[in-house]
T-cell receptor
């Protein structure tokens, strides 16, 4: 059982380049999330999705776009990368938030460096 | 707005001793859940323990227990009999159900170092 899989694991971009991070989950979860982790900042929510075809902004959405065309996949796009987007990106998924004890399952993270 | 505060950027503990990691929270949601995650140096996020706002008993999971004091809005993690493998970042998180969006928000974390 793979759980939540993120690709790629590492990436180096030049300023202005674009890229897409892919997240796939095999647990049939409705909800999916993208977080970024920066030193001393904890994890901050970028965008999330409560179901196929739906997306919503989180705490730090600027400079990112997302798509959820299939239930099992959640894509995070950077159209024009900036050095401030250097971070570790985590994807997560969960069951619906009808119950507050639904924990998030996390992928292993993507280390992105923008030069 | 919801907020999680972890006031200890770093802590040291002697192997085999107990340690408490502090977490305070703020929310206007009538019900909510509190979580602790561990992040070892390898980077993955590992779920440790959960406490519901209406749970009467403090949660326990093996060597982990959550000291939940609702009136003080605190949800401290207690690790008993520390092991070298407990050295990691620890994040407190909260998920509300009510007026908030219900997403999981995190504190800034506490780095725990266990000394042999």
């Amino acid at each position: 059982n793979a759980g939540v899989t993120q690709t790629p694991k590492f990436r180096v971009l030049k300023t202005g380049q674009s890229m897409t991070l892919l997240c796939a989950q095999d647990m049939n979860h409705e909800y999916m999330y993208w977080y970024r982790q920066d030193p001393g900042m904890g994890l901050r929510l970028i965008h999330y999705s409560v179901g196929e075809g739906t997306t919503a902004k989180g705490e730090v959405p600027d400079g990112y776009n997302v798509s959820r065309l299939k239930k099992q996949n959640f894509l995070l796009g950077l159209e024009s990368a900036a050095p401030s987007q250097t971070s570790v990106y985590f994807c997560a998924s969960s069951y619906p938030r009808g119950r507050t004890n639904e924990k998030l399952f996390f992928g292993s993270g993507t280390q992105l460096s923008v030069l | 707005a919801q907020k999680i505060t972890q006031t200890q950027p770093g802590m040291f503990v002697q192997e085999k001793e107990a340690v408490t990691l502090d977490c305070t929270y703020d929310t206007s949601d009538p019900s909510y859940g509190l979580f602790w995650y561990k992040q070892p140096s390898s980077g993955e996020m590992i779920f440790l323990i959960y406490q519901g706002s209406y749970d009467q008993q403090n949660a326990t999971e093996g060597r982990y227990s959550l000291n939940f004091q609702k009136a003080r809005k605190s949800a401290n993690l207690v690790i008993s009999a520390s092991q070298l493998g407990d050295s990691a970042m620890y994040f407190c998180a909260m998920r509300g159900y009510g007026g908030s969006q219900g997403n999981l928000i995190f504190g800034k974390g506490t780095k725990l170092s266990v000394k042999p």
